[in-house]
């Protein structure tokens, strides 16, 4: 690390910055959480039906984006180790290969989702209320928890564009790179909530 | 002001977790495709469980942040556990 300038630095913390970032992280960990809750309770409540509809998924394209994003949680470490050892163009490369990921998980998700749209199985269906009970819990909790972890992917990809733009234009350099620090801290938390979310809703036995 | 002290993590040492967490997701499918029933859940927990724990720890560098910050993720993590305590106390008594 070279040494630092600290006279001509702006006023800022970046520790309270990141704070702030960890205290946003929480409520939306507390989000899935309540929605973990409802499904833990109505999974005890409904078993077998949990473990039927489970059966409806494909674990196969479950484990490929699983992989997809354990990848791309790396990589979007990585482009934080390579700004802080002052490698811009490799940040700007894992940055690039963190979107790809991001892009090839909503790729599969919109084929999964696909699928079950063409029999007929999404919210507001008619065939959705005809379903037993249990049954229409496990799938209105899958769409609704995968729909709203899919829109954090989105999210996620809006913020590292954001960043990649600004690492481009050295707005994010390696003695000032929270914005990336940050941008990286929502992209991992997006694949800790789908660590939880592949084995209960895919692999419930 | 305090400003970029954070550690830099080595480019091995990411690559190394992803490794294990890739084991751990293998481990996962393979443990849950024999029918365990109750057993299933917590083996899938478990290992969930430990692969948050390295992500938080690895790629969110929360091994090197201070003791402030990481105080407060297990708080979380505990008010979580009493949450879910209490509803399934109500749950099983009602």
């Known amino acids: ?205 | 002001m305090a400003n970029n002290t954070s550690h830099t993590t080595e480019y091995r040492v990411l690559a190394r977790v992803l490794l294990v967490l890739m084991f751990l997701t293998l481990l996962t499918i393979s443990v849950t495709s024999y029918n365990l029933a109750a057993f299933g859940v917590t083996v899938a927990l478990l290992i969930a469980g430990t692969k948050g724990f390295l992500v938080l720890t690895y790629f969110m560098h929360l091994k090197y942040e201070s003791l402030l910050l990481r105080i407060l993720v297990a708080l979380i993590f505990v008010l979580y556990a009493v949450i879910i305590l209490i509803t399934f106390i109500d749950y099983a008594y009602r």
């Open chain 1, 1 to 205: 690390m070279s040494e630092k300038i600290p006279h001509i630095e702006a006023h800022r913390d970046d520790d309270a910055q990141k704070l702030g970032m960890w205290l946003f992280i929480f409520t939306e960990l507390l989000l899935f959480g309540g929605l973990f809750l409802v499904y833990s309770v109505f999974r005890a409540k409904y078993p077998a039906n949990f473990h039927e509809g489970s059966l409806e998924l494909s674990v196969t394209i479950g484990a490929i984006n699983t992989i997809v994003l354990l990848i791309s949680s790396m990589t979007v470490a990585m482009a934080l180790t390579a700004i802080q050892k002052n490698n811009q163009k490799l940040a700007m490369i894992f940055i690039s290969i963190t979107l790809f990921m991001a892009a090839a998980f909503l790729f599969n998700k919109v084929f999964e989702w696909g699928a079950k749209f063409e029999h007929g199985l999404y919210p507001g269906s008619k065939l959705m209320p005809l379903l037993d009970r249990g049954h229409l819990l496990y799938f209105s909790l899958y769409f609704f928890m995968t729909g709203l972890h899919a829109l954090h992917i989105i999210v996620g990809m809006v913020l590292l564009i954001i960043c990649l733009i600004r690492v481009k234009s050295g707005k994010i350099h390696f003695q000032k790179y929270t914005q990336l620090e940050n941008g990286a801290l929502y992209w991992h938390l997006v694949d800790l909530i789908w660590i939880f979310l592949f084995p209960l809703m895919y692999l419930i036995t």
